[in-house]
C-alpha cells in the first residue's frame, strides 16, 4: 500500500504531462509545470506525498476542469468542506493555501503528530476532536472517511467489496499515480564541479571549527553529493583540494581544476560559522547559498538547494549575491556556493544529518530523488518473497549483474570502481 506521508517519486515534468494530456486547458493559475512543482514543494513542508495529493486533486476536481459543486475560484482541490451537491465547501485565498489545506488533512489521517506548519484546515481540528487522526496511514484506506461512501454503490455493495476489488476512493486515486508515472521522466544527464571548501582539517587554511568541523563536514557531504549525483547517471569531477600551501593557493588550485571541465554547473560546499550560539536557543541560524549576481544561471540552483534543505527543519536565509567570492568571480561555469549550516550553533549540529542534507542538495541541483538499495520501486507495493500476487502469480525478483569473472582479482577490481562510482556491489559465487 502507498503511505500518505513520505517523499514524492513522480516529477513536476510528469505530472504536469498527464494533466496536460487529459486536460489541455486546466483552470489554474499558472503553467502547469510551476503548478505541479507547487504541489510538490508545499506537501513536503508537511511530509505529504505531493504527487499522490495531486493524483487526489485530479480525481477531485475532474483533471482541474471544476465542473462539479466545487469551483475554480475556491482554490479547493480536494472537496474540503464539500458534504454535498449543494454544499460548495471551503474557499482559501490563493492555490498555494488550499494545497497546504489539503495536504494538511492528508497529514492528519496519517498521523497524530502536530502541523509542521500553522494550520489552515478548517476541519483539521474536527479529526483531531472525533478521533479520526491517525487511523489512516495509507492511501487506499481513505474511502470511508476522506470520501464517504467511498465508492460506487451501483457498482458494489459495501465499501469492503471495493476494497477488494481495489476499487474504492483511495485505490482509484493510486490508478491516478500510475498513470503519472508512466510518463517518461525528462531527465537530462548533467555535468557539474563538485568541492569542498578550504583544505582539509589539520592543515593550513582550514575550515571553520565548532560544533562541527567545516572542513571535516565539507568533505564528508561532498563525498555523499557526488556519490548520489552518479548514482543519478550524471557526470561528476571532483575538484576538492586539501592540501594548498596557504588560502590563495588553495582556491587558484580547486578554480584550475573546475575550469578544466566544460560544466553545467560548479557547486562549492562549505559550513557557516559566526552564529556563536553555543547553549542552543532553539532555532537554527540556517542554510543559504551565494551565486555571483542576480542574473547567474546557478541562482534557480541555488534557491531550489536552500529551498531543500529548509525542508529538513533549517532556516532558509536564502539566496545572497557576491562577486568578491573568488570560486565565484573565476570559474568560467555558473557556480553556488553552499553555506550548508552553522557550525557553531548547537540547534544546527543537533539537526544535521549529512546524508539527508546530501540528497536535499542532489534534488535541489536535479529535481531527482535517490532511491535507497532496498527500496521498492515507484508504485511498486512491497511484496514479501514468495508472496502471492493479487493474480496468484509469484513475486518476481530482477537483479543487476555488471559482469562474470573466472579471476576473482578482476571481480575486486569491479566491485571497486562500482564502489567508488556511488554504487553498493557484492560478489557471489555462482
Same mark, same amino acid.
Not at 475560484?73 to 471551503?90: C, H, R, V
Not at 592540501?243 to 582556491?251: F, M, T, Y
Not at 542532489?362 to 508504485?379: C, S
Given at each position: 500500500?502507498?503511505?500518505?506521508?513520505?517523499?514524492?517519486?513522480?516529477?513536476?515534468?510528469?505530472?504536469?504531462?498527464?494533466?496536460?494530456?487529459?486536460?489541455?486547458?486546466?483552470?489554474?493559475?499558472?503553467?502547469?509545470?510551476?503548478?505541479?512543482?507547487?504541489?510538490?514543494?508545499?506537501?513536503?513542508?508537511?511530509?505529504?506525498? %505531493?504527487?499522490?495529493?495531486?493524483?487526489?486533486?485530479?480525481?477531485? &476536481?475532474?483533471?482541474f476542469s471544476f465542473m462539479g459543486t466545487v469551483k475554480a475560484n475556491q482554490n479547493n482541490f480536494a472537496g474540503l468542506g464539500t458534504t454535498d451537491k449543494e454544499t460548495p465547501?471551503?474557499?482559501?485565498?490563493?492555490?498555494?493555501?488550499?494545497?497546504?489545506?489539503?495536504?494538511?488533512?492528508?497529514?492528519?489521517?496519517? &498521523?497524530?503528530?502536530?502541523? #509542521?506548519?500553522?494550520?489552515?484546515?478548517?476541519?483539521?481540528?474536527?479529526?483531531?476532536?472525533?478521533?479520526?487522526?491517525?487511523? +489512516?496511514?495509507?492511501?487506499?484506506?481513505?474511502?470511508?472517511?476522506?470520501?464517504?461512501?467511498?465508492?460506487?454503490? $451501483?457498482?458494489?455493495? *459495501?465499501?469492503?467489496?471495493?476494497?477488494?476489488?481495489?476499487?474504492?476512493?483511495?485505490?482509484?486515486?493510486?490508478?491516478?499515480?500510475?498513470k503519472i508515472l508512466e510518463f517518461r521522466k525528462e531527465e537530462k544527464a548533467m555535468r557539474i564541479n563538485v568541492h569542498a571548501g578550504h583544505n582539509a582539517d589539520g592543515r593550513?587554511?582550514?575550515?571553520?571549527?565548532?560544533?562541527?568541523?567545516? #572542513?571535516?563536514?565539507?568533505?564528508?557531504?561532498?563525498?555523499?553529493?557526488?556519490?548520489?549525483?552518479?548514482?543519478? %547517471?550524471?557526470?561528476?569531477?571532483?575538484?576538492?583540494?586539501?592540501?594548498?600551501?596557504?588560502?590563495?593557493? =588553495?582556491?587558484?588550485?580547486?578554480?584550475?581544476?573546475?575550469?578544466?571541465?566544460?560544466?553545467?554547473?560548479?557547486?562549492?560546499?562549505?559550513? =557557516?560559522?559566526?552564529? %556563536?550560539?553555543?547553549?542552543?536557543?532553539?532555532?537554527?541560524?540556517?542554510?543559504?547559498?551565494?551565486?555571483? *549576481?542576480? *542574473?547567474?544561471?546557478?541562482?534557480?540552483?541555488?534557491?531550489?538547494?536552500?529551498?531543500?534543505?529548509?525542508?529538513?527543519?533549517?532556516?532558509?536565509?536564502?539566496?545572497?549575491?557576491?562577486?568578491?567570492?573568488?570560486?565565484?568571480?573565476?570559474?568560467?561555469?555558473?557556480?553556488?556556493?553552499?553555506?550548508?549550516?552553522?557550525?557553531?550553533?548547537?540547534?544546527?549540529?543537533?539537526?544535521?544529518?549529512?546524508?539527508?542534507? +546530501?540528497?536535499?542538495?542532489?534534488?535541489?541541483?536535479?529535481?531527482?530523488?535517490?532511491?535507497?538499495?532496498?527500496?521498492?520501486?515507484?508504485?511498486?507495493?512491497?511484496?514479501?518473497?514468495?508472496?502471492?500476487?493479487?493474480?496468484?502469480?509469484?513475486?518476481?525478483?530482477?537483479?543487476?549483474?555488471?559482469?562474470?569473472?573466472?579471476? $576473482?582479482?578482476? +571481480?575486486?577490481?569491479?566491485?571497486?570502481?562500482?564502489?567508488?562510482?556511488?554504487?553498493?556491489?557484492?560478489?557471489?559465487?555462482?
Amino acid at each position: 500500500m502507498t503511505k500518505i506521508l513520505g517523499e514524492s517519486v513522480a516529477t513536476a515534468e510528469q505530472m504536469a504531462a498527464y494533466l496536460l494530456s487529459i486536460n489541455p486547458a486546466p483552470k489554474i493559475s499558472m503553467e502547469a509545470k510551476d503548478f505541479c512543482q507547487l504541489y510538490l514543494d508545499v506537501a513536503a513542508k508537511e511530509g505529504v506525498r %505531493g504527487d499522490v495529493l495531486f493524483a487526489q486533486s485530479c480525481k477531485e &476536481t475532474g483533471n482541474f476542469s471544476f465542473m462539479g459543486t466545487v469551483k475554480a475560484n475556491q482554490n479547493n482541490f480536494a472537496g474540503l468542506g464539500t458534504t454535498d451537491k449543494e454544499t460548495p465547501g471551503a474557499t482559501f485565498p490563493n492555490e498555494k493555501t488550499g494545497i497546504l489545506a489539503q495536504a494538511q488533512h492528508a497529514k492528519a489521517y496519517a &498521523t497524530t503528530e502536530p502541523l #509542521s506548519c500553522p494550520c489552515v484546515d478548517s476541519r483539521y481540528g474536527l479529526l483531531v476532536k472525533y478521533g479520526k487522526a491517525g487511523t +489512516a496511514q495509507h492511501w487506499e484506506e481513505l474511502g470511508g472517511k476522506w470520501a464517504v461512501p467511498g465508492y460506487d454503490t $451501483k457498482r458494489y455493495g *459495501s465499501l469492503d467489496a471495493a476494497d477488494i476489488a481495489q476499487d474504492s476512493y483511495g485505490y482509484q486515486i493510486i490508478r491516478i499515480l500510475k498513470k503519472i508515472l508512466e510518463f517518461r521522466k525528462e531527465e537530462k544527464a548533467m555535468r557539474i564541479n563538485v568541492h569542498a571548501g578550504h583544505n582539509a582539517d589539520g592543515r593550513p587554511a582550514c575550515g571553520a571549527i565548532g560544533f562541527l568541523r567545516e #572542513s571535516t563536514e565539507a568533505r564528508r557531504m561532498k563525498d555523499a553529493v557526488i556519490g548520489m549525483l552518479r548514482q543519478l %547517471g550524471h557526470t561528476v569531477y571532483d575538484c576538492t583540494v586539501d592540501d594548498a600551501a596557504g588560502v590563495s593557493g =588553495n582556491l587558484s588550485q580547486i578554480v584550475g581544476k573546475c575550469n578544466a571541465h566544460e560544466v553545467d554547473l560548479d557547486v562549492s560546499i562549505h559550513f =557557516n560559522s559566526g552564529a %556563536g550560539d553555543a547553549s542552543g536557543n532553539g532555532n537554527t541560524t540556517g542554510t543559504e547559498a551565494y551565486v555571483y *549576481s542576480a *542574473s547567474s544561471k546557478a541562482k534557480a540552483y541555488a534557491e531550489k538547494v536552500c529551498a531543500a534543505i529548509a525542508g529538513l527543519g533549517f532556516r532558509n536565509r536564502g539566496v545572497k549575491y557576491s562577486t568578491g567570492l573568488y570560486v565565484l568571480r573565476n570559474t568560467k561555469s555558473p557556480a553556488v556556493l553552499v553555506e550548508c549550516c552553522f557550525v557553531d550553533d548547537r540547534d544546527d549540529a543537533q539537526l544535521y544529518d549529512c546524508q539527508k542534507m +546530501a540528497k536535499a542538495i542532489v534534488y535541489g541541483i536535479t529535481g531527482q530523488r535517490v532511491q535507497e538499495a532496498g527500496q521498492p520501486d515507484a508504485g511498486q507495493e512491497t511484496v514479501a518473497p514468495g508472496e502471492e500476487t493479487a493474480v496468484g502469480g509469484k513475486k518476481q525478483l530482477y537483479r543487476v549483474q555488471v559482469g562474470a569473472y573466472a579471476v $576473482k582479482g578482476n +571481480a575486486d577490481a569491479t566491485m571497486a570502481k562500482l564502489k567508488a562510482a556511488g554504487f553498493d556491489a557484492i560478489i557471489v559465487n555462482a
